[in-house]
């Protein structure tokens, strides 16, 4: 009876797990630069379905137009590197801003590293498939202000998510490898497009209904094995 449990306890906690996950990426359906998270089954250690974790999944997203100034898609592997209050991260999401002194950040406010500060009489940017960005000024004068690099990573599945898209080095992604695109296994930008999310509503609905149908068979379970104990009490009783 104890085995009963113990196959029901891990289903609800596999199933509380998915959950949440499912419900994590559904809200970030229109995150650009969102890859999808999948949970990676444990080996068996005991009885029941067991997760050893969940993983954002390294699936390119698709490239959107949008026209922004500041807004590029990175075409392979690689991520922009930025400066946190708690030191380097990365993240997938090419949708940058200017702060208050001109240097382009993150959505959220984190400066792009290498820093690039945009000269206060310019027009238009312009950015190439390098990273190098062109500023311009009224006469369309182009001046080269700085360069885009990229981080990469051996495994890029080991990185650990903190937050607003951002990753830091974790135990299995291997040393952070910096480069500018277009280096040997370094993607390529494109300017005024983004990475749309990797979610895929219909996938993720569907699944979600299916990890309730699980649940409810694991909850069913261990509350049959319940009755049968507590009948079994009574009887002895």
Known sequence: MDLSFHIAQNGLHAGTIRQSMIANNLSNLT???YRAQVADPATLNGPGTQIQGVRDSQT???PRATGGVTDVFIGGEGFLRVTTEDGVAYTRNGQMHLDAEGNLTTSSGQ???PQITIPDD???LSILGDGTVLSYDVDNT???IGQI???RF???SGLIAIGDNLYVNGPNSGDAIDGVPGDAGFGTLSHRVLEESTVDPSREITNQIVNQRYYQMNLRSFQTSDAIVSRTLDIFS
Do not use: C
Request: glycine fraction near 10%.
């Open 31 to 33: 995150t650009d630069g």
């Open 60 to 62: 390119l997203g698709t």
């Open 111 to 113: 400066l792009i590293e």
């Open 122 to 124: 310019s027009v238009d």
């Open 142 to 144: 182009a001046t080269e």
């Open 149 to 151: 690099e990229l981080t």
């Open 154 to 156: 051996i495994n890029p």
